[in-house]
């Protein structure tokens, strides 16, 4: 029963206490589609809301009164954060509905504008959800050659510090035989 409840959940609801900021990340792909519904009951003018981009950009910024609506299409890869501050004294809910790739895309309107049969618009829905699964995957493929790129990096990395280290106590070790060489001769014991 759980389940089904939790598949037909469009959004969700939480509570900002007086001055806090509630950040939630979305990590999207190139030219992916967002849109979000922001509803708070009652209405607050207290209530600030952005967008901000991987880079830092803030893409959408907003003082809300009851409702707020947002869309834009994410230009980088990367984690999206919506944040949410309350700026006021009083505890305020808040619903938060966001959508991205095809759920976001509303083909209700594609289907009336072009007279299209439900076939043809499902059809059309997914071939845009094939293109947003092959997005993902090249995503996922430019973050796995990144990651071994990396990964190859650090491991050069420990090794050069590995041979500087046992140069490095050769050298020492060397040096202590020499010195305590010499002071044993010089105090006759050898």
Not at 84 to 95: A, F, K, S, Y
Not at 136 to 147: I, K, N, S, V
Request: charged content about 20%; hydrophobic content about 40%; overall charge neutral.
């Amino acid at each position: 029963m759980l389940f089904i409840w939790l598949l037909c959940v469009q959004g969700f609801e939480l509570e900002l206490i007086s001055k806090e900021t509630m950040c939630f990340g979305e990590e999207l792909g190139s030219q992916t589609l967002i849109v979000g519904n922001i509803d708070s009951q009652p209405a607050s003018e207290t209530l600030d809301v952005s967008v901000i981009s991987p880079n830092g950009e803030v893409l959408f910024s907003k003082n809300l009164t009851n409702f707020a609506k947002f869309s834009f299409t994410a230009i980088d890869s990367g984690t999206h954060s919506i944040c949410l501050t309350n700026q006021g004294t009083d505890h305020i809910p808040v619903n938060l509905d966001v959508k991205t790739g095809v759920r976001a895309k509303d083909y209700s309107n594609i289907a009336s504008t072009k007279e299209m049969k439900e076939l043809d618009y499902r059809v059309k829905m997914y071939q845009d959800l094939i293109k947003q699964i092959n997005s993902r995957m090249q995503t996922l493929r430019e973050r796995e050659e990144q990651m071994r790129n990396t990964n190859l990096t650090i491991h050069s990395r420990v090794i050069s510090y590995s041979v500087c280290t046992i140069v490095l106590l050769f050298a020492l070790a060397v040096v202590q035989i020499l010195y305590l060489k010499k002071f044993f001769r010089a105090k006759k014991m050898i």
